[in-house]
């Protein structure tokens, strides 16, 4: 068995989603401490598929510091006497999120340009966590585009870090969308959820596509809306757990490839007023968050609440922090929080630390 990228490990409400790629059919399992957690099926070790999924308790990752991966390949899987290879192990540290100060970086928008998404993100440095906020796909229409999650976790989490997932409209393009659920976090199959890392609790919000259902550029093949109407009632349940108040929390995070706070001019995007002002309504009066992130505008933007580009009562500091000039440029940013202090440094494809701005 080998390893075809490091793990990435996904944070999911209190757990994390440990996803590995192989190269190989296989069975496999997450081992911390004593403790094994496979890939299975109600109980049917996974073998017939390349990608892997462990979930493992927060808390218990976050006290060990170290996980090992554990896999035997298959040499024949029969009815009886299964033929498997000895077992394979592969060890990783792992560093949980601090209590105190954050330091994390946001990319979202990078539409399968690794080459020049790379670049911007190690030049932010040392992370404490790596956002992927939506359209890090430019479509998914082979099996081979969910490798563009993959080699970038791979080279800047590298298995050592906690990564926040939030799909894009682009990832819900191509004949394998429909299996983008299999490749990635997900709570229930839904890919709207909350997390906890450390002081922060954040919620991953989906908008969707950015188009009417109807479109005939979705031939028939999307049902957003419904989607939607059941992410509000996600939203109300949230709230009515108080979750974000738990002890500790210090930061709340609200990530959402689509800044749903805009309203476009153009009204091909203008979609789900009532929605997404109830949205907004709902962030500030009741969950009250420190920072929202956003992408999806190919621009950075700064949105303060009443600004410019607030048309529906923006509860928070907005970042939209990711732009990108197809084959020409690629800018992210990284983000710190210390305390009420926050820091937004915007990195590029050379490298290069371009501007550093402090709210």
Known sequence: MMLYFKPAVFAMKDTYQIFVKTDCRCTMWVKIGDNCYHDDSNGV??????????????????????YTICGRRIIDRKPYFTETGAIEEYSFSFRPVKKDSVRFYHMGDVHDYTELALPAAKAYGKMDFLVFNGDILNFCDSIENFNTIYKISSEIAK?????????????????????????????????????????????VLDCGEDKLDSR??????????????????????????????????????????NPFFYKPADPTFDIEDDLFNEWCRLL????????????????????????SIDNRGLPCLAVVGSDIHFDEYYIGCGIEINGKNIEITYTNDKGEIIEIIKR
């Not at 996974?46 to 060990?64: N, W, Y």
């Open 284 to 307: 500030r009066e009741y969950i009250k968050p420190t920072l929202m992130l956003c992408g999806h505008m190919h621009a950075l933007h700064i949105c303060e609440p009443g600004g």
């Open 159 to 203: 298995g050592e870090i906690p990564i926040v997932f939030a799909r894009g409209n682009h990832d819900m393009r191509g004949r394998y969308a429909e299996k983008l659920s299999d490749f990635t976090p997900t709570d229930n199959g839904n890919s709207y959820y909350t997390f906890r890392l450390g002081s922060i609790w954040g919620m």
């Open 45 to 66: 070790l996974r073998s017939e598929t390349t990608i892997h999924k462990m979930i493992v308790p927060m808390e218990e990752l976050d006290k060990a510091r170290n």
């Open 216 to 257: 005939k550029e979705y031939g028939n093949t999307i049902s957003c809306q419904k989607f939607r109407e059941r992410e509000t009632q996600f939203i109300y349940d949230v709230i009515e757990s108080e979750e974000y108040n738990a002890h500790g929390i210090t930061q709340k995070l609200i990530i959402s490839h």
